[in-house]
């Protein structure tokens, strides 16, 4: 039996179906059985259908350009250690 802690973990890969059958079928009874984790469901769903309406955006032209330089500079520093 999952408990809701483990059913919080487990919302988001079953919720994109990538959860093999036993485990997304044990979510699903608890999530029907339990109204918290019920409620946190609608939530997740509620999210995700404001994020699918979303327009994509184009990130600045440096942005990659950017973060490369910052990882190139942890790494250094991480060497110099």
């Known amino acids: 039996m999952l408990t809701c802690a483990r059913v919080s973990s487990l919302l988001d890969a079953w919720l994109a ?3 093999d ?3 997304a079928s044990a ?3 608890h999530v029907r059985a339990c109204p918290r984790c019920a409620h946190h ?3 997740a ?3 995700l259908a ?3 309406e979303l327009e994509p955006i ?3 032209p440096g942005l990659w350009a950017g973060i490369d330089a910052r ?3 942890l790494d250094r520093a991480e060497g110099a250690q």
């Open 58 to 60: 184009e990130p600045p």
């Open 21 to 23: 059958r036993a485990r």
């Open 27 to 29: 979510v699903s009874g």
């Open 50 to 52: 404001a994020l699918h």
């Open 45 to 47: 769903l509620a999210m």
């Open 17 to 19: 179906g990538e959860l």
């Open 71 to 73: 990882v190139a500079g």
């Open 41 to 43: 469901r609608e939530q």
